[in-house]
């Protein structure tokens, strides 16, 4: 249920443009397809693939996705990537994140604080 709310999330994500670029269909496939494959990657906990494939979205829309980035935020966190994740939770905070996503963002807050402490 809940990676259903996300995936509706990141269709929402898609449609709240912040430029004038309209994405092509292709495009909004494609973002669709790699976000579903580094899901995938997450839940194997095969996190390096998933910061390539959230990556790989990001040069090809530019354009922020709060599903996408909350996805990166967690990466990050789980990569001890913690000064990567801090900057990457405050550009989510900017893109008016869903209920889903607001609920895990202290989680997100807490565990970089922690990691930041620790290092």
């Known amino acids: 249920m809940k990676k259903k709310l996300l995936i509706i999330a990141l ?8 430029s004038q670029e309209t994405p092509t269909d292709d495009i909004k496939t494609k973002v669709k397809t790699y976000y579903l494959a580094a899901e995938s990657y997450y839940e194997k906990e095969e996190y390096s693939k998933v910061l390539d494939k959230i990556i790989e979205i990001e040069t090809f ?8 980035k ?17 900057v990457e939770l405050e550009i989510l905070y900017t893109l008016n994140p869903d209920g889903n996503i607001l609920s895990e963002l202290s ?3 807490i565990a970089i604080d922690e990691g930041l402490a620790g290092n």
């Not at 269709?11 to 912040?18: A, E, R, V």
């Not at 829309?61 to 996408?68: R, S």
């Not at 909350?70 to 801090?86: E, P, S």
């Open 70 to 86: 909350n996805l990166k935020v967690k990466t990050l966190i789980k990569l001890k990537q913690y000064k990567k994740a801090k």
């Open 61 to 68: 829309y530019n354009l922020p996705i709060a599903t996408l």
């Open 11 to 18: 269709f929402i994500g898609l449609g709240n443009l912040y």
């Open 107 to 109: 989680d997100h807050l």
